[in-house]
């Protein structure tokens, strides 16, 4: 199974901040670790996640630094405390949404 | 930094008007993950250039409309504090004066018109983070060009009569 791009449209800023809370990543190791938690399904556009983890940032809900390892500069985004209330809201939200879909479908 | 991607979206991202750091940060960025996947599939770099835009113009125009709007809010006390002070006899008959009649027409309609769209620029700047960039953008470009409307008129008041800047 594969999830499209249009799909994803409105849940993608939600799972960036999932995958960040967990430890602060690098724009690759954020791709990847989308990719890996759902099991290589998201038809990922890759390079449409720096804009979504700029347009998070902007809103506050992510901090970024400069890191440097292997002789490299890379920008590092963390969850930020309100984007930690943001998260929860929106696995809430998400959660009954499913249900309500759920429900229906079944 | 020769990557035809790359150099593509540096083209894209100038043309989009994002310059600077912020242009370098963004293509930092890409680099980086190229560096870790070479044969990575990143889209178009002017659909990325857009997007990027897009984010950039709607919190820039923000700050443009609040921006604005506390320099309204400073223009307009300034206003009212050189009518309180100021000797409005020959405003009171504005009519020795068809200059004068017109400037206090503009200058109490433009008021109002700064007001209002400075208070609808605040307001949506404020709670509408996701309308258009380049509605934002008209926005902040209408206030400001109503309180230099203002404003001209009110520097223009002494010299053709509206009003005395001695004190009463």
């Not at chain 1, 890379?74 to 984007?83: I, Q, W």
């Not at chain 2, 890409?30 to 950039?56: I, M």
């Not at chain 2, 004068?100 to 309609?109: H, S, T, Y």
């Not at chain 2, 902040?140 to 002494?158: D, I, K, T, Y």
Request: charge should be positive; include cysteine; aromatic fraction near 6%.
């Amino acid at each position: 199974m594969s999830v499209r791009a249009e799909e994803l449209k409105g849940h993608l800023d939600t799972m960036i901040l999932a995958v960040v809370a967990d430890e602060p990543l690098h724009g690759y190791a954020i791709i990847e670790e989308l990719k890996r938690r759902s099991g290589g399904a998201l038809a990922l556009p890759e390079g449409t996640v720096y804009p979504a983890l700029h347009r998070l940032e902007r809103s506050g809900f992510l901090a970024s630094s400069w890191s440097t390892g292997d002789g490299r500069r890379r920008r590092v985004y963390k969850l930020t405390a309100r984007g930690r209330r943001e998260l929860g809201v929106r696995r809430t939200s998400w959660r009954e949404f499913a249900a309500t879909v759920e429900a229906v479908l079944a | 930094m020769n990557d035809p991607f790359l150099e593509a979206l540096r083209r894209e991202l100038s043309a989009a008007g994002i310059r600077g750091s912020q242009r370098e940060r963004i293509l930092a960025e890409y680099e980086d993950h190229l560096a870790c996947d070479p044969n990575a599939l990143l889209g178009s770099p002017s659909e990325l250039a857009r997007q990027f835009a897009d984010e950039l113009g709607t919190s820039r125009a923000r700050r443009a409309a609040t921006s604005a709007f506390a320099a309204l809010a400073l223009a307009g006390g300034l206003t009212v504090g050189a009518f309180a002070s100021a000797n409005l006899g020959p405003l009171k008959s504005a009519e020795q004066h068809p200059l004068a009649r017109a400037a206090a027409a503009v200058l109490v309609i433009a008021a109002q018109l700064a007001f209002a769209t400075g208070v609808l620029a605040a307001l949506r700047s404020f709670w509408r983070r996701r309308v258009a960039s380049d509605l934002f953008d008209g926005i902040a470009r209408g206030v400001m060009e109503a309180a230099a409307c203002l404003l001209g008129f009110a520097a223009l008041g002494p010299y053709v009569g509206l009003w005395s800047p001695s004190a009463a």
